[in-house]
């Protein structure tokens, strides 16, 4: 598609628009309280290094569905915005690690995903243009010595194993000052990451392994009420109802009970506010896995009979996220519609921050699926979101749907996720569960 076919955000089809263009009108009137509720906020609770937020604007609601702390896809945004990613890395991470001069940058332990492996170069790139010396190490426990990726962009990528001596991670050779993680540390954090010397951004306890979709969303719920307290709005507005239930085995079909029994109550809170609102459409919620990435373990349904006849396929799907790691816990999240779309095809904005700055974004586009389904599956493919202007800098002269407006109220909801992140990790590790 041309790019340049994009530079105005997707018109809103659905005929609910007025409260979320409402919202967008009351951010746009408390910008400058909105703004100095942020700076107070990251005084006191500083982000995580980076995150990106997936976004569901339902045309009366806009709200996050998911914040990964350990961003893949930095290749998906347009390059125009790579210099504001390096700025932010600068101004990151001079503050907080003036000495810093050399990074180690861990990647997940794939050995195909070229996709992946653009995204890890382009790390490479922002940070070297930030002024960093960066050497990629990988944990794979196959990598004896460098290896060279040859990847479709053109770029070449050299991956180095690891070596630990004492407290201090690197690589043949180099001993950085830094780590940053791009490794989301799902089947746990390993031995040769553990008690290091060097600071690691983000912390291991923003991994998979430890943190849980439903605390983090318990979080958000109270600071996006905090939010809403400040400009006068309804927190349902930004914040995506949810319940979650631990001890569950698909394959098994134990603990439904519990599942059955929160499905069908947040139908019917999900219903009342529809109904509050006029919205004639019919309610639904995702399940899925309270811990993991790549779009797995995630399924909607309608109704509590949809839960009851679920057959072996889809309980097999829901039954493991990725690198088979066993699902035991499920949150259950209000779905959020998707009233955006590029070339009529469902959308919905994922929105990438470094530190507290909003760098840029893309849409994620699914032509195979409906503006209820779960976006982040195969088939997808993303389409640069169109930053005419910068998401923090919104033109109170344009209409409320107009572009710099519309990327303002993104960037308001996320980094409201992101603050509630950052909130989320400086209470520590959770306890260790019981797998």
Same mark, same amino acid.
């Given at each position: 598609?041309?790019?340049?076919?994009?530079?105005?955000?997707?018109?809103?089809?659905?005929?609910?628009?007025?409260?979320?263009?409402?919202?967008?009108?009351?951010?746009?009137?408390?910008?400058?309280?909105?703004?100095?509720?942020?700076?107070?906020?990251?005084?006191?609770?500083?982000?995580?290094?980076?995150?990106?937020?997936?976004?569901?604007?339902?045309?009366?609601?806009?709200?996050?569905?998911?914040?990964?702390?350990?961003? &893949?896809?930095?290749?998906?945004?347009?390059?125009?915005?790579?210099?504001?990613?390096?700025?932010?890395?600068?101004?990151?991470?001079?503050?907080?690690?003036?000495?810093?001069?050399?990074? @180690?940058?861990?990647?997940?332990?794939?050995?195909?995903?070229?996709?992946?492996?653009?995204?890890?170069?382009?790390?490479?790139?922002?940070?070297?243009?930030?002024?960093?010396?960066?050497?990629?190490? +990988?944990?794979?426990?196959?990598?004896?010595?460098?290896?060279?990726?040859?990847?479709?962009?053109?770029?070449?990528?050299?991956?180095?194993?690891?070596?630990?001596?004492?407290?201090?991670?690197?690589?043949?050779?180099?001993?950085?000052?830094?780590?940053?993680?791009?490794?989301?540390?799902?089947?746990?954090?390993?031995?040769?990451?553990?008690?290091?010397?060097?600071?690691?951004?983000?912390?291991?306890?923003?991994?998979?392994?430890?943190?849980?979709? +439903?605390?983090?969303?318990?979080?958000?719920?109270?600071?996006? &009420?905090?939010?809403?307290?400040?400009?006068?709005?309804?927190?349902?507005?930004?914040?995506?109802?949810?319940?979650?239930?631990?001890?569950?085995?698909?394959?098994?079909?134990?603990?439904?009970?519990?599942?059955?029994?929160?499905?069908?109550?947040? @139908?019917?809170?999900?219903?009342?506010?529809?109904?509050?609102?006029?919205?004639?459409?019919?309610?639904?919620?995702?399940?899925?896995?309270?811990?993991? +990435?790549?779009?797995?373990?995630?399924?909607?349904?309608?109704?509590?009979?949809?839960?009851?006849?679920?057959?072996?396929?889809?309980?097999?799907?829901?039954?493991?996220?990725?690198?088979?790691?066993?699902?035991?816990?499920?949150?259950?999240?209000?779905?959020?519609?998707? +009233?955006?779309?590029?070339?009529?095809?469902?959308?919905?904005?994922?929105?990438?921050?470094?530190?507290?700055?909003?760098?840029?974004?893309?849409?994620?586009?699914?032509?195979?699926?409906?503006?209820?389904?779960?976006?982040?599956?195969?088939?997808?493919?993303?389409?640069?979101?169109?930053?005419?202007?910068?998401?923090?800098?919104?033109?109170?002269?344009?209409?409320?749907?107009?572009?710099?407006?519309?990327?303002?109220?993104?960037?308001?909801?996320?980094?409201?996720?992101?603050?509630?992140?950052?909130?989320?990790?400086?209470?520590?590790?959770?306890?260790?569960?019981?797998?």
């Amino acid at each position: 598609m041309n790019v340049h076919a994009l530079q105005a955000v997707p018109r809103l089809t659905t005929l609910h628009h007025g409260p979320l263009q409402e919202l967008e009108r009351r951010l746009l009137a408390d910008l400058v309280r909105i703004e100095s509720w942020f700076r107070s906020q990251w005084q006191r609770t500083p982000p995580p290094f980076y995150a990106s937020v997936d976004l569901r604007n339902a045309g009366f609601k806009l709200a996050p569905v998911d914040t990964n702390l350990f961003p &893949a896809g930095f290749n998906n945004l347009g390059p125009e915005l790579l210099p504001l990613a390096v700025q932010a890395v600068q101004a990151a991470l001079g503050p907080r690690h003036p000495q810093a001069c050399e990074i @180690l940058l861990i990647p997940e332990n794939h050995t195909r995903n070229l996709p992946y492996f653009e995204n890890v170069a382009t790390l490479v790139q922002i940070f070297t243009q930030a002024g960093y010396r960066v050497t990629v190490g +990988s944990l794979r426990p196959d990598l004896a010595a460098a290896e060279t990726l040859e990847l479709p962009s053109g770029r070449r990528l050299e991956l180095h194993p690891v070596v630990r001596e004492g407290d201090l991670l690197g690589t043949a050779g180099r001993r950085p000052c830094l780590i940053v993680l791009n490794n989301d540390l799902a089947g746990g954090v390993p031995p040769i990451l553990e008690g290091l010397a060097q600071p690691v951004l983000p912390p291991v306890h923003a991994g998979w392994a430890m943190r849980l979709k +439903s605390r983090h969303f318990a979080v958000y719920r109270d600071t996006a &009420a905090e939010l809403a307290a400040l400009v006068g709005i309804d927190p349902w507005l930004i914040d995506p109802l949810s319940r979650n239930c631990g001890c569950i085995d698909f394959m098994k079909r134990e603990g439904y009970e519990c599942l059955e029994q929160h499905v069908g109550e947040l @139908l019917a809170e999900i219903g009342a506010k529809y109904a509050e609102y006029g919205i004639d459409k019919p309610p639904f919620v995702f399940i899925k896995a309270d811990a993991g +990435s790549y779009g797995m373990g995630v399924m909607a349904v309608r109704s509590v009979e949809e839960v009851r006849q679920l057959n072996r396929r889809q309980r097999t799907r829901m039954a493991a996220t990725k690198d088979g790691r066993k699902v035991h816990r499920v949150i259950i999240q209000e779905g959020v519609y998707t +009233s955006e779309a590029v070339d009529g095809k469902p959308a919905e904005p994922v929105v990438y921050l470094v530190d507290r700055y909003v760098v840029g974004g893309f849409y994620r586009v699914h032509t195979a699926k409906t503006d209820a389904d779960n976006l982040n599956a195969p088939g997808m493919h993303f389409e640069p979101l169109a930053f005419e202007r910068g998401c923090n800098t919104p033109d109170p002269s344009c209409a409320p749907d107009a572009a710099p407006n519309r990327f303002y109220a993104y960037g308001v909801v996320a980094r409201l996720a992101v603050l509630a992140a950052a909130r989320e990790l400086a209470e520590g590790a959770p306890p260790a569960e019981a797998p």
